[in-house]
């Protein structure tokens, strides 16, 4: 709950809130380990997949940056099965989903009061000189994509005329949020996740979501907010799209070292290294300062090779059965449509966006995945032959 309560910061664990977080998930496992309370999926698979992360930066020409950097993103793999505990208790997890709701409204309330007095609620950052990309207290803007991410996990089964009026007034903040930093990959990020929740659960939810976010969408462009404008005009000049140079220069190193990568978190290395090579002819001189990829699938195989990459797809793979088993029974569906959602949102984004060096994209990430996982454990522990109505 404290790494879902940070995320409206956008600042960085203080270290020693960081490592009392990490041991209480150590020792969580450890307990559940000894008491045999509930049964962790997919452990061998996870456990190999950080396995050859280490293995990459130990033997990555970055190793000692590659190691230092890493380790956040190393240890934030214990969310995985740390979530799959949570799952098993019906209170633990309504207690988290609610956290999540609270970090939502929490980052959108921010900045739409950064938008109204010209600085954040919560770390008093100034609003930006030229008026544009309002972000509150995050370090960046794209960062607000955690709400596409957790807006559905958080609002699923709200089937109570009071929860219904929360979740309307949720996602209409939450867009307002969005459309006030100009994310154009979150703001599609919520449509992907909208259409995913609708194909399993209640097409009300995508009636509802479309809705809201075509009244803001124009609200937005009359007013000009977070210069709406200038952001849509640029995504439909796409030949200016500096990541397509990032790309090339990520698959070029791939080439290189092809089976382990060039080391978990080291592309801004690689970036600049690349800048001081001769350029080829009929290609651009690459930006500097870029520190990820910019799609995950691409960062995977240049940091961590075809092994990791590979072991990555295998988890997903696992992960993706497992939702199909939640989906097929009436007593999981809603929760695991609402799961389907956020992996697909996730996956969308990362497309564009997002990045493993991130801790907030980690976190969002095996949270999602550790749910999912707890879904299928809890439908092979329902008596055989006998389905929940």
Sequence with gaps: MLLLLWMPLGRSLAPWLAWIVITLLICGLLINRFTLAVRVRHMPLLMAFAASSVCSAWLSPFSEISLRRGASGFLLMLVFPAAQLIAANARALMLVRRTMLAAILLCA?????QYAFGRSMLLGVAAPVDRYRYSGSLANPNEVAFIALLLPLALCNADTTRAKSTRVLSIALACFGVLLTSSRTTLGGMFVGANVNSWFGTRRFLKWS?????AVSAVAWIGDFGSFRKRVGETLHPQDEIRLQTWRIAFDAFVERPL????PAVFFEVNEASR???QIQGRETPAGGMPWVHNIALELLTERGVIGAALFAAL?????????????SVATRKWSAALAASLATFAAMSMLD????????????????????SVAQQNSE????VRAD
């Design 109 to 113: 309330l921010d900045i739409a009061w």
């Design 276 to 278: 001081k090579l001769p």
């Design 354 to 373: 997002l990045s493993l060096l991130k801790d907030w994209c980690s976190v969002c990430l095996w949270l999602s995945a550790g749910f999912a996982a």
């Design 382 to 385: 329902e008596p055989q032959g």
């Design 316 to 328: 997903v793979i696992a992960i993706i059965c497992d939702l199909r088993r939640g989906l097929a």
């Design 210 to 214: 479309l809705a809201i976010a075509l």
């Design 260 to 263: 382990l990568g060039q080391g």
